[in-house]
């Protein structure tokens, strides 16, 4: 990056400007990340940022990072939702099943209700 952005390589370009300043931050970057007492500090400074308003100041004394607060399973609630509608439902959908056909199709709308969330979330990676 030092080399990407020195301003020798921009100067007289309408860019020597951000040239000097983004080598600046570059430097700046290798200082912190070079030394490891400025690097535990910006790590410290990266997880309270990642934690919100209600973490403790870092910095003296001894720090910690603070516990991880517990997620609810969301998808294990969804999962039960749809097990008590599915369930809900199944009296009203044997009323229409006339052949296997009809078995096969409610089967694969069960089956896509139950499984399509995940299967979005893989597509989406």
Not at 52 to 69: L, M
Not at 101 to 122: D, F, N, Q, S, T
Request: charged letters at 25%; a positive charge.
């Amino acid at each position: 990056m030092v080399s990407r952005y020195h301003p020798d390589r921009h100067q007289g370009n309408d860019l020597e400007e951000l040239a000097k300043e983004k080598l600046i931050e570059v430097n700046e970057a290798y200082e912190v990340l070079s030394k490891s007492q400025l690097r535990a500090e910006y790590d410290a400074a990266r997880i309270a940022a990642k934690m919100g308003p209600h973490v403790p100041p870092y910095g003296g004394g001894n720090y910690c990072a603070p516990r991880q607060p517990q997620r609810q399973s969301v998808g294990a609630m969804r999962k039960l939702v749809i097990l008590v509608v599915v369930l809900a439902a199944l009296p009203f959908l044997l009323r229409f099943i006339r052949s296997p056909r009809h078995a096969i199709i409610i089967g694969l709308a069960v089956l896509l209700a139950w499984l399509g969330p995940k299967i979005l979330k893989r597509l989406k990676k």
